[in-house]
């Protein structure tokens, strides 16, 4: 998905294999780009998992929000948060030990690859169980 500030954005859907870069849209937000246009931006469907370059650099929180903060982690799976709360970011990534992550918090310039998107579903109850996945947070 791409989260509601990065609508106004050229984008395209994730696929197996891209490289993509962290990047600041200028619109309130940061995501995922294209690394062959780094003015697009790419929609990562909930459940798909990404490694990156190194480990991810994180925004600092607290006083000031100096600095950043580094995971423990080079993988993650996207999730979709707060899906009730319009106008708030919802993209996320859920690192190996369940801490998540807003997309936007991320430091701009890291290079990730899509590993494995979420399986369809092929029936309607599969097609709710992931809607319900999709939404926790």
Do not use: W
Not at 10 to 25: E, H, P, Q, Y
Not at 75 to 98: S, W
């Amino acid at each position: 998905m791409c989260d509601y500030s990065l609508h106004n954005v050229k984008s395209r859907a994730a696929r197996v294999g891209d490289k993509l870069t962290t990047r600041n849209f200028g619109t309130g937000t940061r995501g995922f780009a294209a690394q062959e246009d780094t003015t697009m931006a790419v929609c990562v469907l909930p459940g798909t998992e990404l490694a990156f370059s190194q480990e991810v650099a994180c925004t600092a929180s607290g006083f000031l929000g100096l600095g950043t903060r580094r995971m423990a982690y080079q993988t993650a799976i996207f999730r979709q948060v707060n899906k009730d709360q319009p106008r708030v970011h919802h993209d996320a990534l859920e690192f190996p030990d369940g801490q998540t992550v807003l997309l936007t918090e991320l430091v701009e310039g890291q290079e990730a690859t899509v590993l494995q998107l979420p399986a369809q579903p092929t029936t309607a109850a599969e097609a709710e169980a992931q809607q319900r996945v999709a939404y926790v947070g």
